[in-house]
Nanobody, 119 residues
Framework: QVEVMESGGGSVHPGGSLTLSCTTSESISSIDEMDWYRQEPGKRRELIASTTNDGKIDVADSVKGRFTTFRDNTKNALILEMTNLRPEDTALYYC?????????????WGQGTQVTVSS
């Protein structure tokens, strides 16, 4: 099973920026899909960005234009650059690694990293 670890969370003021990283125990080029989710207390986990190893990237409308994600092969990491942060972006951010094996989706989650946006 692929191990996943997020880092880079913290506290910022509204309008600030943060960059999250997601590293894995295996080469990210071997992982079919890598996603970012976030979850506020008492709410469902929300998919905010998705990447595939053939270059496809999708970003949720709620963060489009403010968040950018990409795979950095030199660091073997999935990066989430967050700008113009808002209080409603406060959440626990998770990375998910998905492998497709003979048509079956196998996934691993990280432990999450907290992002807090407040004045």
């Amino acid at each position: 099973q692929v191990e996943v670890m997020e880092s880079g969370g913290g506290s910022v003021h509204p309008g600030g920026s943060l960059t999250l990283s997601c590293t894995t125990s295996e080469s990210i080029s071997s992982i079919d899909e890598m996603d970012w989710y976030r979850q506020e207390p008492g709410k469902r986990r929300e998919l905010i960005a998705s990447t595939t190893n053939d270059g496809k990237i999708d970003v949720a409308d709620s963060v489009k234009g403010r968040f950018t994600t990409f795979r950095d092969n030199t660091k073997n990491a999935l990066i989430l650059e967050m700008t113009n942060l808002r209080p409603e972006d406060t959440a626990l951010y998770y990375c998910k690694a998905v492998r497709v094996h003979f048509g079956e989706r196998l996934w691993s989650w990280g432990q999450g990293t907290q992002v807090t946006v407040s004045s």
